[in-house]
């Protein structure tokens, strides 16, 4: 814990049922060097809190309406301490055990709570330190239950949050260490890479035709050459995207069938 | 695959068989057909030979043909037939065989000799060739049966696993700690609160674990589960669960398969109310006309949310179940209108009414 902090920390604990919020209400009135600086009952209001205040802890549970605890921790960041809470979820938790992630289960203790608080200051010092949180859309990713792909994509715009159904994209972009993603003819910022957005997305309704583009083979209306050695394919909206030497193969493969 | 030529051990029994029907063949050339002892034995043993091996082609006719008394006729004819060609052709091989011992002074003379046995040849290998469709017909029932025994055993595990399967998705986990977690909420705040909850669950568990058992339950015991889970998850929710039921009186007897509306509205609370910040209702319709009893779970959902994580596992589950009671009998439709999700079922109705 950095000095001029002291040992305090301020903590917001997110549930969306009263009677799980109680009980780390009750749980934590043991340790004074935690304050709940904000109580949150769906992952709106969480990433809302997160970004007005700021806190270094974070009680979240995995399952909740809106966003679940994965989309929140995706648009806060991990500049923060995180303690996910879950009653049961088999893959959630054998993601938790690969990355050494932080968990309480429904139902537990003081005790087990104690061992969780140990825990912080070392989190926050390795968080300042690069992070010892995992990406966080590969977390995600790995508490999926197999072959099951994502099905929207969170975007944070300011202090607003946009909910992208995939069906709706179409088409991702690179753009440095963010990808645009283009739906409904606007392109939405998201920070995140573009090789981590493909393993998300399911292999049969999206393709890496080029280094820097994924496309919704939904929207593909045709491929045309384009110079000697390269193509470019054109989508319902008219948008024209690059298509390099591998992606065409690719290409090729997917709709030749 | 041949049941003897693909296996090495049933050959060799098979071959071992032919020793004695070898030592009658040459006896009866020597004594019936008159060719003297050496000569029976050289003609006779490589011709049992040759035999043995043909005969094994009478399992395919009999594969084709399977033995049913209404039409053993055309079965038997076939058979007659491939006998008597298939001795003609071992017929012919023996006069070649002793064309060819004549050579030898020692045989001179066979081949005359031979030709005069040619029928009784030719009726040895009509008889042997149905000897061998007789044991090719013992050895299909042997293993038809031992495949029916298979299938059997097969059925039986499969069946327990589903029992095992049904069990296990009877309770989920997920109910189990969250309504253990608001226990544990509530022993602070409300103590009182907290026990009603023990009892609760524990009401509900017990209910459960007694349904398996059972084939069929009356529909009111089943709403009665439902009700007795909806108070524990009340009190996990609060206000933001409400429930309605509009069950006619006159379809409360009905039987129904146990733990089948249960999961229906496990999914309602999982997939709707607990994916809605600000609440959601759930309603339970049950009526009857002449033919059937329809009943008809639905409840408010986010059309936005997340696909579950158990996606439609607890659906695909009911569908199966139906399936297994009524085979094409009963239905299951799945219908969304806004944000009203709806899971519609088809009863066949039942005569005889379950005790009330």
Redesign the interface.
């Known amino acids: 814990m950095t000095s001029e902090r002291g040992n305090r920390y301020r903590a917001i604990v997110v549930d ?5 919020r ?2 780390l209400r ?1 749980l934590l009135q043991a340790h004074p060097e935690v304050e709940i600086v904000a109580e949150c ?2 992952g709106f209001e969480a990433v809302k809190a997160v970004a007005e205040l700021k806190p270094d802890l974070l009680f979240l549970d995995v ?1 909740m ?2 966003l ?1 605890g994965f989309e929140v921790l995706e648009l806060t960041g991990s500049d923060l301490a995180v303690i996910f809470v879950t ?3 088999q ?1 959630a938790l054998r993601a938790f055990e690969a990355h050494a992630v932080d968990y309480l ?5 003081a005790e087990r709570l104690r061992v969780a608080l140990d825990r912080v200051p070392e989190r926050l010092g390795d968080n300042r330190l690069g992070g010892r949180l995992p990406p966080p859309m590969e977390l995600a990713a790995e508490a ?2 197999p072959a ?1 792909y994502l ?2 994509i969170v975007v944070k715009d300011g202090t607003r949050v946009h ?1 992208i ?1 995939v069906r709706k994209l179409d088409y991702a972009e690179a753009q440095d260490d963010y990808v645009a993603l283009c739906a409904e003819g606007k392109k939405h910022l998201k920070q995140q890479t573009i090789s981590s957005l493909e393993k998300a997305l399911d292999p049969a309704r999206f393709l890496r035709v080029h280094r820097s583009y994924i496309v919704n083979l939904e929207r593909v209306v045709k491929i045309e050459p384009y110079g000697k050695e390269t193509h470019v394919v054109v989508l319902t909206s008219g948008a024209q995207l690059p298509v390099s030497r591998a992606g065409y193969a690719r290409l090729r493969e997917v709709l030749e069938g | 695959m041949h049941p003897i030529l693909g296996n090495l051990r049933r050959l060799g029994l098979y071959l071992l068989g032919w020793v004695p029907l070898v030592a009658l063949i040459v006896y009866l050339l020597k004594v019936v057909g008159g060719l003297g002892w050496v000569e029976s034995a050289a003609l006779g043993a490589p011709l049992s030979f040759l035999y043995a091996l043909a005969c094994l082609s009478s399992w395919y006719t009999c594969r084709t043909t399977t033995l049913n008394r209404a039409v053993a006729l055309e079965p038997a004819l076939a058979h007659l037939t491939a006998a008597a060609v298939v001795s003609g052709l071992w017929v012919l091989a023996a006069r070649a065989l002793a064309a060819g011992l004549a050579q030898f002074p020692a045989f001179a003379g066979l081949n005359g000799r031979a030709a005069k046995a040619t029928g009784l040849i030719f009726g040895l290998g009509v008889l042997l060739y149905l000897l061998g469709v007789v044991m090719h017909y013992a050895l299909l029932a042997v293993e038809a049966s031992r495949e029916a025994q298979e299938r059997e055993a097969q059925a039986q595990v499969l069946a327990r696993e589903a029992e095992l399967r049904a069990l296990k998705a009877q309770v989920n986990p997920h109910f189990i700690f969250n309504s253990l977690h608001s226990i544990s909420a509530l022993t602070g705040s409300d103590p009182a609160k907290a026990r009603e909850m023990c009892i609760l669950l524990g009401d509900f568990l017990r209910r459960t674990l007694g349904l398996g058992e059972k084939s069929m339950i009356a529909l009111q015991e089943e709403i009665a589960l439902i009700d007795c889970f909806l108070r524990v998850e009340k009190v996990r929710f609060g206000t933001r669960l409400t429930f309605e039921e509009q069950v006619n009186a006159d379809v409360l007897g009905q039987p129904v398969p146990p733990l089948v509306l249960q999961p229906l509205v496990e999914n309602a609370v999982a997939h709707g109310v607990s994916n809605l910040p600000e609440g959601g209702w759930i309603r339970l319709r049950a009526a009857k006309d002449q033919q059937s009893l329809s009943i008809v779970v639905e409840n408010r959902f986010d059309p936005e949310a997340l696909p579950s994580r158990r996606n439609g596992m607890g659906l695909e589950n009911v569908r199966q179940r139906l399936e297994a009671c009524y085979g094409n009998g009963a239905g299951l439709v799945v219908t969304t209108e806004g944000d009203c999700f709806r899971v519609s079922l088809t009863l066949p109705l039942e005569k005889r009414e379950r005790g009330a």
């Open positions: 969306d049922e009263d009677l799980a109680q009980v009750e009952a769906n399952q309406p809106k679940d009653a049961y979820d893959y289960l429904k139902p537990f203790g999926r239950p099951q099905e929207r909910l159904p």
